[in-house]
């Protein structure tokens, strides 16, 4: 009985074990403006927050993952995404530095704990 | 850009109306993007002391015309009168030489004078008998109608509906605001405590600020891809027209304008597009009929979530 129960405990720590592997398996991809950290977190939105459409925004897109409890420093966030704006649709100069809140929250979804919570909360809106 | 604007708009509205700071604030878009509004609602939802408000706060001249079905088109837009003194016939203005005209149920008036006051809309300026006047610049006219009314009434047609930038709808108060508003008209109310926010030329300046809001070829692309989908879109028998769309963009650099941008976002087109959209769309009979979908404004939505924004 007792080495049945063992075994038992080792499949469910090594399963554990196996689960948080596989999430720190997926690390962040070599990122280097903040340009390139919006279309890498536009990418991570579309393949994980599945409640958000096609034709979301960006301010809707902060709005929702805010909701979800997601943490991440999200004065910084939003000061990186108003100068990405500035350059994206007003012509300025791409901001130096600013990326590296974005690729965390992009990671924070790709990391599917987020894509579960977003789920979960959404189904239980319903 | 002035973030303050729009805040210093609504304090001063919130004095008077209670509960309508969504409505004051497209008001306020509409007039910086230089266009017409139709304000829809039942009686006694404070359309006209909305626009009341709205023009003392912006210092703007006020008239008020209360369209009934007997009228003429020179009671709007005035006349040539004979002027014993001088012997000769001269122009009398009518009401509508002002800066902002509120046309109280412009359903009730008979398409001659609709159609006088919309070419007024158009051109800024009114012919009479070969005459030709300006109007006072800006130039804003903030019409109602009643949605409930069936008789005695001239709907608008599509063509002229199209020339309102915005239709904004009033629905009725939710309790809490009903019961602020009943309390509210308890007590004395007067109109003189609100107070202009702008001093001297500023509404000029403003409005030639908005107009410097840049627009991206990449903003331009997506509003085209909507005007396309809407052409293209099974539940409706009429899509935007390319003045629609003109009216979109303008609404969205006001709203950028007001957010303290000098360029827009897709945020800026898509938080007007309902407003801007819907009144100018018109259902295909089968999804009436068959209850696939409530009004337009639920098409326009449903456009904006499937269109991809440049992001």
Redesign the interface.
């Known amino acids: 009985m007792e080495t049945l129960l063992l075994a038992v405990d080792v499949g469910i720590f090594a399963l554990l074990g196996g689960a948080i592997f596989a999430t720190r398996r997926i690390r962040p991809p070599s990122i280097h403006d903040v340009a390139g950290a919006?279309q890498d977190l536009?990418h991570s939105i579309s393949k994980f927050v599945p409640d958000l459409?096609?034709?979301?925004?960006?301010?809707?897109a902060v709005e929702r993952l805010k909701a979800a409890g997601i943490k991440v420093d999200w004065p910084k966030m939003e000061s990186s995404l108003a100068g990405y704006?500035?350059f994206?649709?007003?012509?300025r100069e791409l901001p130096q530095g600013g990326e590296d809140e974005v690729v965390k929250l992009s990671m924070k979804i790709r990391r599917r704990i987020v894509g579960y919570r977003i789920k979960r909360e959404s189904t239980s809106r319903d | 850009m002035d973030t303050g604007l729009r805040e210093r708009v609504l304090a001063e509205i919130r004095k008077l109306v209670v509960g309508r700071d969504k409505e004051a604030e497209l008001l306020l878009v509409s007039f910086l993007a230089g266009g017409h509004v139709l304000l829809e609602g039942v009686p006694g939802v404070s359309k006209t002391i909305l626009a009341k408000s709205f023009a003392k706060c912006m210092g703007l001249e006020f008239k008020r015309i209360q369209f009934t079905p007997d009228m003429l088109p020179m009671d709007m837009v005035g006349g040539f009168v004979f002027n014993m003194k001088e012997k000769e016939f001269e122009f009398r203005r009518g009401p509508v030489f002002t800066n902002l005209l509120l046309a109280d149920e412009i359903n009730r008036a008979p398409p001659k004078v609709q159609s006088a006051l919309l070419e007024a809309m158009q051109e800024v300026q009114v012919t009479v008998e070969g005459l030709t006047q300006k109007l006072p610049s800006p130039f804003m006219v903030i019409a109602t109608q009643n949605p409930q009314e069936f008789q005695g009434v001239y709907p608008l047609p599509e063509n002229q509906l199209d020339r309102f930038l915005m239709k904004i709808t009033l629905p009725y108060p939710d309790s809490a605001t009903e019961s602020k508003i009943i309390r509210r008209n308890l007590e004395e109310m007067d109109a003189a405590e609100i107070r202009e926010v702008f001093a001297g030329e500023e509404p000029e300046a403003i409005l030639h600020q908005v107009e410097q809001v840049?627009v991206?070829e990449?903003?331009i692309g997506y509003l085209a891809v909507v005007a396309e989908e809407t052409r293209k879109e099974r539940r409706l028998s009429l899509g935007a027209s390319p003045r629609a769309m003109v009216h979109l963009i303008h609404c969205a650099r006001a709203n950028a304008y007001l957010n303290g941008?000098?360029?827009?976002?897709?945020?800026d087109i898509?938080s007007v597009s309902s407003y801007v959209l819907a009144h100018r769309l018109k259902l295909d009979q089968s999804a009436v009929l068959t209850g696939t979908v409530a009004d337009t404004s639920q098409v326009v939505q449903d456009i904006?979530?499937?269109?991809?924004?440049?992001?």
Do not use: C, L, N, Q
């Open positions: 919006f536009d459409s096609a034709g979301f925004t960006w301010g809707e704006e500035a994206r649709y007003g012509g | 840049k991206s990449e903003i941008r000098d360029f827009v976002i897709p945020e898509k904006f979530t499937k269109v991809r924004p440049p992001r």
